[in-house]
């Protein structure tokens, strides 16, 4: 126990407060406040919470009824959430009060949030961004759901054993979940395979099932408070039971086998989240999963809806509005129109009215590996009658093609929802939502021009472009509570849920007073990460050096190579050039990344990083100027820390194919200076901050289209005979240097930039922007020394980040696409 401070006294609400969480401690755990763990204060705390979220549930409920508003369903594969506490803390206004008084209990707020597990139930980008859009929905008062699995293991978590990553499980409800409440009385049954029988009756197609396999999908809800606002919305995780265990009748009946097979099913369905990102494998049981999350969730919204308004299907479109989050619950619309059709008794034309104006999708990736397609046995096999509905839908597809354009079939094989024994599920979406939106300008540019240009010249006005944004509560307020203060104290409060406000503090950005304070501050975050990385690395680092972070999803779009490749070439002019040694001005790389498990080549970068930082961390010779760090198990929370503390935020993927990013974006809201290329949103902090505060380097989307039209290799070549850095550094890759004595560890990494995966060198122009990227680097180490101008440049990344709040993200797809009304 900390020490407690006596002289404070706890306002009467401190103390109502205080008696509730002893009061849990006793009643929940059977102790006295003495014998309680700290685990056990964490869980009182958040029960605490929940019971405050409850409250104002049942209220917020009865508001959206009695108003009948329509309602948005945010269907998504992941939603990271990280941790509630502080979040759902500051969201009820009450970060003092809980501040307070568990200081007075002996604690403090921080540490007792540290021992909450990591809610990390996505990969990357697209999950994370789930988890900003539903703090902004319920901050502006839009009823919405988050619907997605209760995967029982998150993302894995990643241990680096000898620089290699390694997988563990995620045993993220090892302690239980504060935050759920289960609701088994409104559990679903979801069907899978068998034989889909037809027949006639009364003039109508009629449609039974035999042999099927069943699982009960199961509902946990996260009541989730908005920021200073009114409603409760929530998250519904599904989880997976077995059936059997509920209707023993296929027991009953002699169907042992099949009744063992429902039990299997149902232990692995929501077992564990698929760690790829931007790489699809074709698994069944991806596709079962996809399955049993749409499912459940349609058969769940189609009764509330009938429960309110009665069979009047045709009111659906003004009741609700279902977002597919990427192509990954596709099969919500084929499962639509199977249930209206199949239990609700409506014909084909009248669905597919009704389906295709509630249905909107968002494009998150242009990566052509990531595009999901589904071998069509493999589906037929999963779920035959949708696959049927697919068929009936690709048929009338293919008529308003071909009346579009006449007689192109490598358009009709483009297009298709079914070709080339595949089922394509952009296809399937682009096929029936009313609205389609790219995350950021460029990206909507490029999904019009080339990966959609077919369906876009078709019909124009349904597609968007919605740049992404980030909640400011959680990465800012939460993450870093001493510039809030300074923030507020310096243009006043208001700006976390009016984020344009921030432009204000531009006018300070060459005022001294406030300078000191935000370097102060960026001080402290810095030295907060140093002793974070000396207590888990085990590597002094100096937080007077500049602090460059690069973390993100590994991949080879994301250009961690291109750093690495630099950093060596920095360690060798150091060890050869006195003079550049001299004016070298210390520097620590901090990288925090996950490979996908099955992605050979990340997973070697991932050692690379870790050899080239053993290689330089202990080398005497350079005298601690350059630091590499490699953070393990980089997730919601680690991030929480590494942005507050950035210098220079590192954001190179090559142009076209980072569809936004949005680490880019934390990044800037917390005074770090990018180096980036003009890719996904990085255009946009461009065009917000103006070139004196951001460093763009290298080809443009453009450039690096027309370069991959032909084969570039001779460009190559004369890069690596002209630029002797450069060259210098690429062999050190295979000459045992790095990994004494392993001559091979490296070679594939060698081999795709020299000569390339089919011949083809350099596919991700890494070789191509090195010089562009050595030169901004170097400017970048002068302009830092520059005290004043740099402060500046970073107090103006800060102002300027308003556009990124996730806030105005939601205002724009609700004027574009969902067109819900606020709850007074
Ligand atoms: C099926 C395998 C799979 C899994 C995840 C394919 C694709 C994905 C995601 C779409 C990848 C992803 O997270 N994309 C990221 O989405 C962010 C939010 O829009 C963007 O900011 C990132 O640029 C984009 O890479």
Redesign the pocket.
């Known amino acids: 126990m900390a020490g407690k401070d006596t002289t404070k006294k706890l306002t009467q609400t401190q103390e109502a407060l205080k008696n509730e969480i002893i009061g849990k401690i006793n009643r929940h755990f059977g102790k006295v406040l003495e014998e309680a763990t700290p685990q056990m204060v964490y869980a009182a705390c958040a029960l605490t919470v929940r019971d405050k979220i409850m409250e104002k549930w049942a209220k917020s409920h009865r508001e959206v009824k009695k108003e009948g508003s329509k309602k948005l369903y945010y269907l998504s594969?992941?939603f990271l959430m990280g941790r509630l506490l502080c979040t759902n803390v500051l969201n009820l206004m009450q970060t003092a009060d809980y501040e307070e008084v568990l200081e007075d209990l002996g604690y403090s707020l921080s540490d007792i949030a540290e021992l909450e597990n990591d809610a990390g139930l996505g990969?990357?980008?697209?999950?994370?961004?789930a988890a900003c859009f539903i703090d902004s929905l319920t901050t502006l008062d839009l009823p919405a759901y988050g619907c997605t699995i209760r995967y029982e293991y998150g993302l894995f978590r990643q241990k680096i054993v000898d620089g290699f990553q390694t997988e563990l499980p995620d045993t993220w409800l090892e302690h239980g979940n504060a935050w759920e409440v289960a609701r088994p009385e409104e559990a679903v049954k979801v069907s899978f395979g068998g034989d889909v029988n037809t027949y006639w009756e009364n003039g109508k197609m009629k449609v039974s099932y035999s042999n099927e396999r069943t699982v009960l999908a199961v509902p946990y809800d996260v009541p989730l408070c908005g920021y200073d606002s009114k409603i409760i919305n929530k998250l519904r995780l599904w989880g997976a039971q077995s059936a059997s265990d509920f209707n023993m009748h296929a027991f009953n009946s002699g169907d042992y086998s099949r009744a063992i097979e429902e039990k299997e099913l149902a232990s692995v369905i929501s077992k564990v989240l698929?760690p790829?990102?931007?790489?699809?494998e074709g698994k069944e049981l991806?596709l079962k999963q996809q399955y049993f999350l749409v499912s459940a969730t349609l058969q769940w919204i189609l009764k509330e809806f009938e429960s309110r308004n009665g069979a009047d299907w045709s009111k659906l479109p003004d009741k609700i509005v279902i977002h597919i989050n990427?192509t990954?619950p596709t099969m919500a619309i084929p499962e639509m129109m199977r249930i209206l059709m199949d239990e609700k008794g409506l014909d084909w034309d009248d669905a597919w009215n009704i389906v295709t104006h509630v249905f909107a999708y968002?494009n998150?990736?242009v990566?052509s590996e990531?595009l999901?397609k589904w071998p069509q046995d493999m589906f037929r096999r999963v779920v035959p009658r949708l696959y049927m509905i697919l068929e009936e839908m690709n048929r009338r597809l293919m008529e308003r093609v071909e009346a579009f354009y006449p007689g192109d079939k490598g358009k009709h094989d483009y297009m298709a929802i079914l070709s080339n024994n595949q089922v394509s599920m952009a296809n399937t979406c682009l096929a029936s939502v009313f609205a389609v939106n790219g995350?950021?300008k460029l990206?909507t540019d490029i999904l019009k021009q080339d990966i959609f240009r077919d369906y876009y010249m078709m019909d124009k006005d349904r597609f968007h472009a919605i740049t992404?944004g980030i909640t400011f509560r959680r990465w800012i307020a939460n993450c870093n509570p001493a510039l809030t203060k300074l923030i507020d104290d310096t243009i006043g409060k208001g700006w976390l849920k009016d984020a344009d406000k921030l432009q204000k503090l531009a006018k300070f950005a060459n005022d001294a007073t406030f300078q000191k304070k935000y370097d102060a501050i960026k001080r402290a975050n810095k030295e907060m990460v140093a002793d974070y990385i000396l207590e888990h690395n085990k590597v002094k680092i100096n937080p007077d050096s500049i602090f460059d972070i690069q973390c993100k999803?590994l991949h080879e779009y994301k250009r961690q190579m291109m750093n690495v490749l630099h950093i060596i070439v920095e360690y060798n002019r150091i060890l050869t050039d006195a003079e550049y040694a001299k004016n070298y001005y210390p520097k620590t790389y901090i990288f925090g990344a996950k490979a996908a498990p099955g992605y050979k080549r990340a997973k070697t970068i991932i050692k690379l990083i870790n050899s080239v930082g053993d290689m330089i961390n202990n080398d005497a010779r350079i005298n601690d100027k350059i630091k590499v760090i490699f953070i393990e198990n980089y997730g919601v929370s680690i991030a929480e820390k590494l942005v507050t503390a950035a210098d220079v935020s590192e954001q190179i993927s090559t142009a076209g194919k980072?569809?936004?990013?949005?680490g880019n974006m934390k990044f800037m809201l917390n005074g770090a200076v990018t180096i980036g290329t003009m890719d996904?949103?990085n255009v946009e902090m461009y065009e917000q901050v103006g070139e004196d505060n951001i460093y763009i380097f290298g080809l443009r989307a453009d450039e690096v289209d027309a370069r991959l039209r032909i084969m570039g290799n001779d460009e190559v070549k004369n890069i690596y005979a002209t630029n002797a850095y450069l060259r210098g550094a690429l062999e050190q890759l295979i000459n045992g240097s790095i990994v004494k004595s392993n001559t091979n560890i490296f070679m594939d990494l060698y081999n795709t930039l020299l000569f390339g995966d089919y011949g083809y060198a350099d596919t991700y122009m890494v070789l191509r922007d090195f010089e562009d990227y050595m030169r901004t680097q170097e400017q970048i180490s002068k302009d830092y020394q520059d005290r004043k101008t740099w402060i500046a440049k970073q107090i103006m990344n800060t102002a300027m980040a308003g556009f990124f709040s996730s806030d105005r993200t939601i205002k724009e797809y609700n004027d574009k696409i969902w067109r819900l009304t606020p709850i007074k």
């Open positions: 594969f992941e990969n990357g980008g697209l999950g994370r961004l698929y790829e990102d931007n790489h699809t991806r990427d990954h968002t998150h990736t990566m990531a999901e995350v950021s990206h992404n999803r980072e569809a936004s990013g949005t996904g949103a």
